[in-house]
């Protein structure tokens, strides 16, 4: 079969709507996971949707649903234990640890089939039923809706926090907000790519992106570009290959953007003038 009948398959179909929604929410919201420091948040928040989904499992026989509420109880918790900077690595380590071992013990308790759970630990993109990609498509909108109400606020606090707060800019209850969009958006991603190589997608457009532009906003649409480019991409490679799993082209493409960006680009500046400009209320 060839990739023009391949694409006139429902799965196929499926897979490449859920992988542009997927890499446009998280192409958005990778500038701000680098700018943050956030990465491994990212990392941590995706693990641990396979605890959610795990408990999902053995509550109600519904993986997904319980990565989302696993996802919603994450962010919760690393905003009130981890707002500060120097604590959010240890924080994250400390409830991932914790988390992946309660997933082993819910799954030890489940005694059907565990393979939905386990797949978002790997992805299974060529799986995705209309169920998930309406859900894709509500995390991807709303994801879309909150990051346009809070996008120049948020960029002023994640590059100057402290002149941010100075000027009224609720610092904490961004960081947060902006922790509960991160955990939708990785869960969504997990779902696709798995979490082991959710930072495919998350990270690695957005750290290209950084280093061929200085304007937020063209950053944030290039690495959305990026994002989509890695995704699609490599599912229409794994169609026309038939052997390789999405997920290693996914990541292989994602990769080779960024190491030619490297190579081209100019190592990101922290404070760039154009960002701290960008990011400032305009004076009225």
Not at 76 to 82: E, N, R
Not at 116 to 126: D, K, S, V
Not at 135 to 158: D, E, G, N
């Amino acid at each position: 079969m060839n990739l023009a009948q391949y694409l006139t398959q429902a799965f196929a179909q499926h897979a490449l709507l859920a992988g542009g929604l997927v890499a446009i929410a998280c192409g958005l919201i990778g500038p701000f996971v680098i700018s943050r420091g956030m990465s491994f948040a990212v990392h941590g928040t995706s693990e641990l949707a396979f605890t959610g989904a795990a408990a999902g499992l053995l509550i109600g026989d519904n993986p997904i649903a319980g990565a989302y509420a696993g996802s919603i109880v994450v962010a919760a918790v690393l905003g009130a234990l981890g707002s500060r900077e120097r604590e959010r690595d240890s924080t994250i380590g400390v409830i991932l640890a914790f988390g992946l071992g309660l997933g082993v013990l819910f799954l030890s308790y489940y005694h059907g089939f565990a393979t939905q759970a386990t797949n978002i630990l790997f992805g299974n993109i060529f799986g995705v039923g209309s169920d998930q990609l309406f859900a894709l498509l509500v995390v991807a909108l709303v994801a879309l809706t909150v990051m346009m109400f809070i996008y120049r606020p948020l960029l002023f606090a994640s590059v100057d926090p402290d002149v941010a707060l100075a000027k009224g800019v609720p610092v904490k209850l961004l960081g947060i907000v902006f922790l509960f969009v991160l955990a939708f958006t990785v869960t969504s991603a997990a779902q696709i790519v798995g979490t082991l190589l959710v930072l495919s997608l998350a990270i690695t457009p957005a750290a290209a992106a950084q280093r061929l532009a200085t304007k937020p906003m063209t950053i944030t649409l290039l690495s959305i570009t990026f994002a989509l480019v890695a995704s699609i991409g490599g599912i229409l490679a794994s169609l026309m290959s038939g052997t390789i799993k999405p997920s290693v082209l996914v990541t292989m493409i994602s990769f080779g953007i960024y190491v030619f960006a490297r190579v081209i680009g100019t190592p990101p500046t922290r404070g760039n003038r154009n960002i701290i400009e960008s990011s400032q209320p305009k004076q009225t």
